[in-house]
């Protein structure tokens, strides 16, 4: 029953106060199917100001199966509990199904691996995700195993370290060596006006920014600065920021064929320990490394870094050996 100083509020802001185990969006979802209802009678206005007095009648179903199927593929787990899990996924892994990767991706893997436990908020195509890596991209991810904590990630990921704790950091092998030991990309990402499949910085595009750091940097044969290694944290997450602003700013990922096609020629500038090694990478150089949040339970502040994989440690090397 709705009470004085309930009285006049939205639905959906009174439930979400009775109700904090469930989420604004879940709360959103079931109110706009009809599974909430005054006197009997659904509200579908998640706006509908109630009047003290009111009593609210919640249907909760049971969460529908998600519609890939579990699949047993292995997971590098730095970390579980009851709310979360957090893995180091390796390149080639696509993170949810989409249209050519209906199988074998990391969610087959967590619906085998967490069965009901997973959250549903993300919709029956990405159970538990609250942010995904590119597929050849490396590195820490944390999936929610519940509404509560799909509800806490979310919200630290919309916030990206602004007000709260989180940080994400990652690795990043670049053509050419910045002029500064460490800089900010702040431009807007939309998706490219031409070929869909792209990201790029446009005028009006969502806000964008990147912090970037020189690590090391790398000559070539002919002992010329050629590549970077660069530590970068983002401030946002868009799809490819990485990927985009490093391209936008001269120096793009060694290895990505989508966003530094035109930088391919340079490798016949690195010694030929160093082009095999880029060669049998066959990725884009990018590691997320570092991944600091609060659990969404505790609240306790959590810490993971992950070294760089064998394929990036070999790159690494060779670069270095031509110095």
């Keep these: 029953m709705v009470e004085g100083d309930e009285g006049s509020a939205r639905l959906d802001r009174v439930l979400a106060a009775r109700l904090p185990d469930l989420s604004r969006s879940r709360l959103k979802a079931l109110i706009l199917a009809g599974a909430v209802s005054l006197k009997a009678t659904p509200v579908r206005d998640p706006a509908y100001h109630v009047a003290s007095g009111d009593t609210i009648t919640i249907e909760v179903p049971e969460a529908a199966p998600a519609e890939p199927k579990g699949e047993k593929i292995a997971l590098d787990i730095v970390f579980e509990d009851d709310d979360i899990v957090v893995l180091n996924k390796p390149k080639g892994l696509v993170v949810h199904p989409a249209a050519g990767h209906e199988t074998g991706?990391?969610?087959n893997a967590l619906i085998a691996h967490c069965g009901a436990s997973l959250s549903g908020i993300g919709g029956v195509r990405r159970p538990g995700i609250v942010h995904r890596l590119d597929k050849d991209t490396t590195g820490l991810m944390v999936v929610a195993k519940n509404d509560m904590a799909h509800a806490s990630l979310s919200a630290q990921f919309a916030d990206h370290g602004r007000t709260g704790e989180m940080r994400r950091g990652y690795m990043a092998f670049a053509w050419g060596v910045?002029?500064?030991h460490r800089g900010t990309v702040d431009a807007p990402i939309d998706r490219h006006p031409h070929a869909r499949e792209k990201m790029a910085v446009r005028q009006g595009g969502r806000e964008a920014v990147t912090h970037w750091e020189?690590?090391?940097?790398?000559?070539?044969?002919d002992g010329k600065p050629i590549a970077t290694l660069l530590a970068c944290e983002l401030e946002t997450g868009r799809t490819h920021q990485i990927r985009v602003h490093l391209a936008h700013i001269g120096h793009p990922l060694m290895g990505d064929a989508v966003y530094g096609p035109h930088f391919k020629t340079k490798a016949n500038q690195l010694g030929?320990?160093?082009q095999a090694a880029l060669a049998a990478l066959g990725r884009q150089a990018l590691h997320a490394y570092?991944?600091?949040l609060e659990h969404p339970r505790t609240g306790e502040l959590l810490h993971w870094e992950a070294p760089l994989p064998e394929d990036l440690l070999l790159l690494q090397s060779a670069l270095?050996?031509?110095l």
């Design 178 to 180: 910045p002029g500064r």
């Design 320 to 322: 270095k050996a031509a």
């Design 214 to 221: 020189i690590l090391e940097s790398f000559t070539g044969r």
């Design 105 to 107: 991706t990391l969610v």
């Design 290 to 292: 570092l991944l600091v």
């Design 272 to 274: 030929p320990e160093s």
